[in-house]
């Protein structure tokens, strides 16, 4: 997949400008969904001109992509705790802590992933894949800590998993996918999965 062409930035912004930004864009996601955001409105919100936005960024996309990047918190990130259930727990409970927030910025951008392409694009190698390759480093240190069978299928299954369990909670009990629910769902479904 080609990597998405960054523009060449001229004017750098502070980071706490950046971050109010970030912060107006996500506001607006959460309020209008992805498709009624305009880069007039974050504008505005945000109390930036238009020139510098897409000075900075190359469009709404990229825009949001990256205030979603910037806001969101690390939800695999570099965890090791020794073990993997360790591992997933701790996932799990970062997860579980901004559910609420992360079901309600998903709302507002889900439909708009499947009719623009760029967005999807955008979304998967700024927010996905890392968070899958961090995913997939803790199952190599479990294989190489011999915890893990190296060729185990259900490992195949592990993003999907974990994705799955957070929305769908919300959809089939309108309850968030709270840490503690989580958790329950590591325990008694993705561990024994894994062979653990």
Not at 38 to 51: E, F, G, H, L
Not at 67 to 86: F, M, W
Request: hydrophobic residues 45%; aromatic residues 4%.
């Amino acid at each position: 997949m080609p990597a998405l062409s960054h523009p060449v930035r001229r004017t750098r912004l502070a980071p706490e400008r950046e971050r109010e930004l970030y912060e107006a864009v996500m506001a607006l996601v959460c309020e209008v969904g992805y498709d009624a955001l305009t880069m007039d409105a974050v504008a505005t919100r945000a109390q930036a001109s238009k020139a510098t936005l897409y000075r900075q960024w190359n469009g709404k996309p990229e825009l949001v992509a990256t205030a979603l990047r910037e806001t969101k918190a690390v939800l695999v990130g570099e965890v090791d705790t020794g073990s993997l259930p360790g591992d997933l727990r701790e996932i799990v409970r970062r997860i579980g802590d901004h559910s609420a927030q992360n079901v309600s910025v998903m709302r507002g951008i889900g439909q708009a992933v499947e009719r623009n392409p760029e967005l999807g694009r955008a979304l998967r190698e700024s927010l996905i894949e890392p968070e899958v390759q961090a995913l997939r480093r803790i199952l190599a240190r479990a294989v190489a800590r011999g915890e893990l069978d190296e060729n185990q299928p259900a490992t195949a299954f592990l993003p999907q998993a974990m994705l799955g369990a957070v929305v769908a909670r919300p959809l089939l009990e309108d309850r968030p996918a709270d840490a503690a629910y989580l958790t329950r769902f590591v325990d008694e479904m993705v561990l024994p999965a894994l062979g653990l």
